[in-house]
């Protein structure tokens, strides 16, 4: 497909912003949605609603059959078997029961959950706090200059009490790719497991959970074009078969009594209530998009823009960029103007309809060690072209401009 | 939605030179705000008397140039007056960020704010500060203290 014609897949994109082009680049938030998604989503209001498992009749039926269809698609898209992809809220959930679930499988005093200080909140607290409540330590891996966390570091603090290492694929802050195979051999070596927070890598380039050796890999379906409100954990299938649940209630069970209750096999054991079943469909008809137009061209496209983008932000005097020195392997980029706070720079750009991320990116001891308290992040994605990083050049150039002006 | 309808003179002017920044030696009270959604800063010190008037304010803060100069505009404005009056000073900027009927008069600089209206997303940081006053004030009720 060329670029013109899937732009024109996302309708919004067509759209004016203050009444300029609008320029989204801002898809490590959240991305925007193709007809295939909005349409999926729609015929399964229109065609099969019904709850699922449950029904008896032929349209609850269908409601299932779309269900597990979906849960069979997004397991293609990462390489993993249906049964081992958990559907959940998005990442933070995901992580959240992975967290509380296998921490009290495994976590106690004289263990460790080893992770970096780079990551996003959301890859931090559940372990932060499921550490404190075991009374497991937490270990932090030393970053590289680059903010990268390398193989040769992580092994630097793994050991024998070592349980869990957490990692981001992709920073959402500085957009470094993590070396994930030789750290899954490097946690497996330990005896520990690798858990991955793929927010933002899955929706960005191929991920084979079995090819690199992952156990887990959480990831969200809003930021892969899917809707919002759903995303997944996959988990390898002799894991979740010892993990217990953590939503008790209804479809998550085998036999209840009064007194106690048997549950359901993975992954439906983790899913208690009725699930968020259209967007299920939704995030699934977006695995079947990101295939299709193809997650290696996807990879490719981004990381050009952003590097073009990085570029080209050096090259206006008075703009500091962050992230890697040498070539950019992912869509995002990080910057600042000098002496011009982050929102405010936000602020021009969108006048010019342009739309970055602006503030913290949910990452604050990794800005501290940027010595920066807030930065603007750009992030590309597979519908952004050339004419999307010259409007951000230039938005960036006459934000400059003005605000020396008015700073007179 | 224009930028130099935001940016104004004298907004950049405050933020380039805050007025009354730092700390007070001796406030009857501080409060430490934090805007979690975008890392923003503010340390407000008060001085009240028994009259119930701001004998003296300082601020210190790290943040974007509307939050720092609402703050920088605010205490100027604030010091001095008794509370109820900066309590007036408070609704009526909020008034007028709403696009509501405002007393202008009682605004000074922070009149200069009005812009920010246009920015939803930024309203925020121009009220940082007066929230900040808002749970140093709550506070002063809380402790029984009377504010007059």
Redesign the interface.
Known sequence: MNLAALRSEFPLLGRDE?GKRLCYVDSAATAQKPQAVLDAVRRYYVEDNANVYRGVYALAARATQDYEDARAQVAALVHAEPEEIIFTRGTTESLNLLARSYGELVLGPGTNVVTSPAEHHSNLLPWQQVALARGAELRFVELDEDGQVTPEAVGKVVDQGTRVVALAHVSNVLGTVTDIAAIAAVAHAAGAVLAVDGAQSVPHMAVDVKALDIDFLAFSGHKMCGPTGIGALYGRAELLRRMPPVYYGGEMIEEVTLTGATFKEAPWRFEGGTPNIAGAVGMGAAARFLQEVGLGEIHSREAELANMAAEGLRRIEGVTVYGPRGRRESGVVTFNIDG?????VA??L??DGVCVR???HCC?PL?RRLGA??TARASFYLYNDADDVQQLLDAVASAKE??RR??? | MSLDDVYRQVVMDHYQNPRHHGHLTHPTLSVGLHNPSCGDELHLDLLLDEDGVVRDAAFEGQGCSISMAAASMFVDRVRGKKIEEARRVVASFKDLLRRREADRAILGDLEALEGVSQFPARVKCATLVMNAFEQAMDRVEAEGRDPK
């Not at chain 1, 011009?340 to 405010?344: E, F, L, P, R, Y």
Request: net charge negative; proline share 0%.
């Open positions: 203050n011009v706070h982050a929102h405010d602020t021009a969108d006048a602006a503030g913290h604050q800005m308290a807030s003005f605000f008015v700073a007179g």
